[in-house]
């Protein structure tokens, strides 16, 4: 079992910066692939970004490639999203979520940070 704490989320205007944190206990977390996913009022989670388990590769959606990093610290146990040039459209409820690289599953889940961004 592992346990997801999302932290760093808040308000911002168009075009500024946060990052999100991701901290795990548990199971090893170094052995799971990670992701950040979010979602809107009425909508399904959408994926935003993942990284592989030894953070060697990244995936980006079209809509935050270029603005968003992914990336992770497995002697911290800690996930990380630095999120730059914020849109309207990226305010949402941002969640950590992890799972075994063998079935490309994300079945841990944190409880989700709000994003806001004005504009």
């Known amino acids: 079992q592992v346990q997801l704490e999302e932290s760093g989320g808040g308000w911002v205007q168009t075009g500024g910066s946060l990052g999100l944190s991701c901290a795990a206990s548990?199971?090893?977390?170094?052995?799971?692939?990670m992701a950040w996913f979010r979602q809107t009022p009425g909508k399904e989670h959408e994926i935003v970004a993942s990284i592989n388990s030894d953070g060697e590769r990244a995936f980006y959606k079209d809509f935050v490639r270029g603005r968003f990093t992914i990336s992770r610290d497995n002697a911290k146990n800690m996930g990380y999203l630095q999120m730059n040039n914020l849109k309207p459209e990226d305010t949402a409820v941002y969640y950590c979520?992890?799972?075994?690289?063998?079935?490309?599953?994300?079945?841990?889940w944190g409880q989700g940070t709000q994003v806001t961004v004005s504009s």
């Open positions: 979520a992890a799972g075994s690289p063998t079935t490309a599953h994300f079945e841990y």
């Open positions: 548990g199971r090893t977390f170094s052995s799971l692939n």
